[in-house]
């Protein structure tokens, strides 16, 4: 099974600073016939169900603000929130699709300082 | 607007029974891999297994294998999860969820359900 490690754990940001969540996978999820990264960003407040942020490692899923990006490549991703707001206060969990099981991180939980 | 209802969840005993379902509304259900995920209590999110559209491909994680089985009914537009030989381990919310549309299942899950709390206790 493909391990999805995310850190940190948990992180406090003021309101309006920058958030940065990484994940690392322990092979790569990078799919070099189509060279897409089999990795989403999801966000889960609480009582809700996770929601859908980012696929394909940076792609933005429609409706989501475009404070938050994905990025790298392989076996390092990173979810940054460029101007943290009060509503973005939630777990955030990394999702490799690459290989079954589709495994998750362990989530990181992010609050207002 | 994609609607996934689950239901079925409830409290049972340890090498009991239960069968989810999941109504699905809003969405071509025949054009989508489902999937369940799972949550224990306060912790994190766990993948369950997964359906491709006719129900010809089916995927499991390691820990459930040979006790849970998913299936559908696209004639009732519903997703199912039969659960046997339940542990205590098992106890957690279930989400019903939907997979990217794509003739794929190596797709990331852009709808979910509320989750239907199932309890395996004595």
């Known amino acids: 099974d493909i391990v999805m490690t995310q850190s940190p754990d948990s992180l406090a940001v003021s309101l309006g600073e920058r958030a940065t969540i990484n994940c690392k996978s322990s092979q790569s999820v990078l799919y070099s016939s189509n060279d897409a990264n089999y990795l989403g960003w999801y966000q889960q407040k609480p009582g809700q169900p996770p929601k859908l942020l980012i696929k394909?490692?940076?792609t933005r899923e429609s409706g989501v603000p475009d404070r938050f990006s994905g990025s790298g490549s392989a076996t390092d991703f990173t979810l940054t929130i460029s101007s943290l707001q009060a509503e973005d206060v939630a777990v955030y969990y990394c999702?490799?699709?690459?290989?079954?099981?589709?495994?998750f991180g362990q989530g990181t939980k992010v609050e207002i300082k | 607007e994609v609607q996934l209802v689950e239901s079925g969840g409830g409290l049972v005993q340890p090498g009991g029974s239960l069968r989810l379902s999941c109504a699905a509304s809003?969405?071509?259900?025949?054009?989508?891999?489902m999937n369940w995920v799972r949550q224990a209590p306060g912790k994190g999110l766990e993948w369950v297994a997964n359906i491709k559209q006719d129900g010809s491909d089916k995927n499991y994680v390691d820990s459930v294998m040979g006790r849970f089985t998913i299936s559908r009914d696209s004639a009732k537009n519903s997703l199912y999860l039969q659960m046997n030989s339940l542990r205590a381990e098992d106890t957690a919310v279930y989400f019903c969820?939907?997979?990217?549309?794509?003739?794929?299942?190596?797709?990331?899950?852009?709808?979910w359900g509320q989750g239907t709390l199932v309890t395996v206790s004595s």
């Open positions: 969820a939907r997979g990217l549309s794509g003739e794929s299942g190596y797709r990331p899950i852009d709808n």
């Open positions: 999702q490799q699709y690459y290989s079954i099981p589709h495994t």
């Open positions: 394909w490692a940076s």
């Open positions: 809003g969405f071509s259900f025949s054009s989508h891999w």
